[in-house]
């Protein structure tokens, strides 16, 4: 239990009291705090501020953790032992809340994703328990004393000159191996040479898209079953319209909307972590000519990434998402309103990075709007370069704000 749920909301009293109870020792993933002193009358103001940053951007360089203030460790012979003594809570919670907010926002460079909540029902009031993702864009480091702390046990440690390098080389080999993975795929899937997938109705003929959706733990680790979980569990929310006989396959789990002979769309849940999802465009002739609808093709990206980011708050993977669009067999195809037809026959569409998971997929219906409205502005790179390929200065689904015409 040291790893606690990253879903803040989640964490009660009870998971703390959990806690103490079962004696869980600090770890990789938990640190104890009695209290940071924020206070603007303490003279060490500024030492405190450091203290926790320090602890903050440690876990951000490694896997990331919680710190839950409140909770006072255990001590032997006057050293602290790491294990929790007891869950008491501190009385001034909402001003130290906002100090904490406060302080984390500010002073490490650059800066970290964080998390922040009030936990309710101790005996001097409420624990604070601070969620610090990992992050794709470590190494950080604290501001006014230069340092690069990292997580290591129970223990923060200062990074040498190695281990920057290190960390460094490997935060850019993420993304060199996500676009050499994703160039590999969609060449085989243009030359028809993947096994295990349906053949598209009109392969070769008819435009077609794919979508590839990837998360840390598709970049970071190459392998997972959670993401197949899911897909069994929530066949529902994967599979495309008209979708029929989901099935396992050596690569992941498959979810068509037909046969392998003969399918318009399917969702692949890729036991590398990666989500590919690929469709025949309907083709809307006018006077003989082969034309698409640009807001139709917006709006089937957006319904695609919102729906494999639910998925992905599911079941907790983390930051960076990337979500690439190529669209295949386009040469000659015109855009409605377009002075000009594609002249390619593929189109990679620009590649996007999500730092965070939009909130709003945790919310209502009027929340869904919200994560839409996110998705479509991240995206915009991407649709208004589609629109260039036809002679257009952008996408027209855009108002003068910049919102998404979700129509």
């Excluded at 409420?126 to 340092?147: A, F, L």
């Excluded at 490997?170 to 160039?183: F, V, Y």
């Excluded at 999500?354 to 915009?380: I, T, Y």
Aim: charged letters at 25%; glycine letters at 8%.
């Amino acid at each position: 239990m040291s790893k606690l749920p990253s879903k803040i909301a989640s964490i009660s009293s009870v998971t703390i009291q959990n806690l103490v109870e079962q004696r869980v020792r600090e770890s990789r993933h938990l640190d104890y705090k009695g209290k940071y002193h924020l206070s603007s009358r303490n003279p060490r103001i500024e030492d405190e501020r450091s203290e926790l940053r320090k602890d903050a951007a440690a876990f951000a360089n490694a896997d990331g953790g919680h710190i839950i203030v409140g909770v006072e460790e255990e001590e032997l012979a006057g050293k602290r032992t790491g294990y929790p003594a007891q869950a008491r809570g501190i009385s001034d919670a909402e001003d130290a809340r906002r100090a904490i907010a406060g302080a984390l926002a500010a002073g490490i460079d650059p800066p970290i994703r964080f998390e922040i909540a009030s936990v309710p029902g101790f005996a001097d009031g409420d624990c604070i328990v601070i969620h610090i993702p990992p992050s794709q864009r470590r190494p950080h480091r604290v501001e006014n004393t230069r340092r690069i702390p990292v997580r290591r046990g129970e223990e923060n440690t200062e990074m040498d000159m190695d281990q920057i390098r290190e960390m460094i080389l490997l935060s850019d080999g993420l993304w060199t191996r996500a676009e050499q993975w994703l160039d590999a795929r969609v060449a085989a899937l243009t030359k028809q040479r993947l096994v295990g997938v349906p053949v598209l109705r009109g392969a070769g003929l008819s435009p077609t898209i794919t979508i590839h959706i990837g998360s840390r733990e598709a970049l970071e680790r190459g392998r997972t079953d959670k993401l197949i979980d899911d897909a069994v569990r929530h066949a529902g929310d994967w599979i495309p319209p008209g979708g029929a006989n989901p099935t396992h396959t050596f690569d992941g789990y498959l979810l068509p909307n037909g046969t392998y002979e003969e399918s318009t769309a399917y969702v692949l849940a890729l036991r590398s972590g990666w989500v590919e999802f690929a469709a025949s465009l309907n083709l809307q002739r006018s006077f003989d000519d082969r034309m698409l609808g640009q807001q139709a093709i917006e709006k089937l990206v957006i319904d695609r990434v919102c729906a494999t980011f639910s998925s992905f708050h599911r079941i907790d993977f983390t930051p960076p998402f990337m979500v690439a669009v190529t669209l295949l067999n386009t040469s000659g195809v015109g855009l409605y309103n377009a002075p000009r037809r594609i002249d390619r026959s593929e189109l990679a569409l620009e590649r996007v990075a999500f730092d965070e998971l939009p909130r709003a997929v945790e919310g209502d219906h009027e929340g869904g709007k919200q994560v839409r409205q996110s998705v479509a502005r991240a995206l915009r790179p991407a649709f208004d370069q589609l629109s260039h390929a036809a002679g257009l200065n952008g996408s027209g689904s855009f108002d003068a704000t910049g919102k998404w015409n979700d129509r």
